[in-house]
């Protein structure tokens, strides 16, 4: 089967920067692909390669079985990109920007159609200068979708849009998946990419640490389960039988409830040991890691304060959608 993405020793230099340092990651056809990674990790350079916007300073890209450099206009024509930082025209109305992307494109699409699927054909008419953050997002998927995409490329898609729209926006992702495209799609925000993802890659520091499925990840992590059993009373006998258990890593104890920590080991032995010792389960809870935690498990380099301080500082000094005009609706129709 072709891949829809396959980079190999993808590097990227800007100047003293190392922004991507021998990525290889390859996105099968038809996947829903999540790109993770903290701020600067190097995700959108990656887009950006894809669509010959960055060259690299060596390795390769290829996009539908295409060269990203040297066959780029063609990989364009059957990409839809949502770029993580776009520029409506402020003059164009909604209808205007699609109609522009469909005659880009030279599709026969039906731009009230694609407004009607983001949720924004009520504004289609009026002028995107006075659209909100979220409409701007929604107008750019649309253009996104014009000529039902091989592959479609979204930086950050949940970015300015409201639980309703990052709603929306996972339904679209995945019809489109159902029609055949590949969706390959980069985000911090876990619960999004956790609950429409086939597999994820992390990216951290211009390198992949991990390419996986969520439920993986997660094992993969080594992450702790923790077992919340309550029980008519709690035996000393049972908290002396689950402390010699192995697997078991932490006994904690209410009068009603026994939590138990665990790595790797048997839940059954657990419940074993609990009734053997005398006592009446009457209720069983499991909670797994977060995903945020399993994502700052393959995140977090050794000075852990150090980087969350230069994370804040970048959260708190990027703004996108203002500072960078590399994107904007002629490059997205491209
Ligand atoms: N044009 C550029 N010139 C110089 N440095 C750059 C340029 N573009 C990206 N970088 C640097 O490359 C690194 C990776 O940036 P990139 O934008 O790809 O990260 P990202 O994972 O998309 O981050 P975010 O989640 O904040 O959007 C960062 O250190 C960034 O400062």
């Known amino acids: 089967m072709r891949s829809a993405i396959e980079l190999t020793g993808l590097t990227k230099h800007f100047g003293d920067v190392v922004a991507l340092d021998g990525v290889d990651l390859t996105v099968e056809e038809g996947e829903i692909f999540g790109f993770l990674g903290p701020n600067g990790a190097g995700k959108s350079t990656t887009i950006d390669t894809l669509l010959d916007f960055v060259r690299p300073t060596a390795g390769s890209a ?11 206009l063609e990989i364009r024509r059957r990409v839809g990109v949502l770029p993580d930082a776009y520029r409506v025209y402020d003059r164009l109305t909604g209808r205007q920007h699609v109609q522009f992307a469909i005659d ?16 924004i054909a ?9 659209y909100s953050k979220g409409m701007r997002q929604r107008l750019v998927l649309a253009m996104a979708l014009v000529g039902e995409p091989d592959l479609l490329i979204l930086d950050e ?3 300015g849009l409201d639980p309703n729209g990052a709603r ?3 339904r679209l992702i995945r019809e489109e998946a159902e029609r055949g495209a590949t969706v390959f799609f980069s985000s911090h925000i876990l619960e999004q990419v956790e609950a429409i993802c086939d597999r994820v890659a992390i990216l951290n520091e211009g390198k992949i640490v991990t390419v996986d499925t969520i439920a993986g990840l997660r094992e993969s992590a080594g992450s702790a389960t923790e077992l919340t059993i309550t029980v ?3 035996p000393d006998a049972a908290l002396d039988a689950l402390d010699a258990l192995d697997g078991v890593q932490g006994v904690a104890a209410t009068d009603r409830t026994i ?8 839940k059954t032995a657990i419940l074993d040991a609990i009734e053997s010792a005398g006592a009446e389960m009457l209720d069983f809870r499991t909670s797994e ?3 945020e935690e399993l994502f700052a498990t393959f995140t977090t380099v050794a000075d852990t304060d150090e980087t969350a301080a230069e994370l804040d500082d970048e959260a708190a000094t990027e703004h996108p959608d203002e500072t960078d005009d590399a994107a904007n609706p002629a490059e997205v129709a491209r």
């Not at 008419?125 to 006075?130: H, I, N, S, T, V």
């Open 168 to 170: 929306e926006m996972r």
């Open 62 to 72: 290829r996009v539908l079985g295409m060269d990203a450099q040297a066959e780029s």
């Open 104 to 119: 880009s494109k030279r599709t026969d699409d039906d731009p009230m159609a694609l407004l009607e699927r983001v949720g």
């Open 289 to 291: 890691t977060s995903l």
């Open 232 to 234: 008519d009373a709690v």
């Open 122 to 130: 009520d504004a289609a008419d009026r002028k995107a200068g006075g």
């Open 259 to 266: 939590t138990v920590t665990m790595g790797a080991g048997s």
């Open 157 to 159: 898609p949940s970015t």
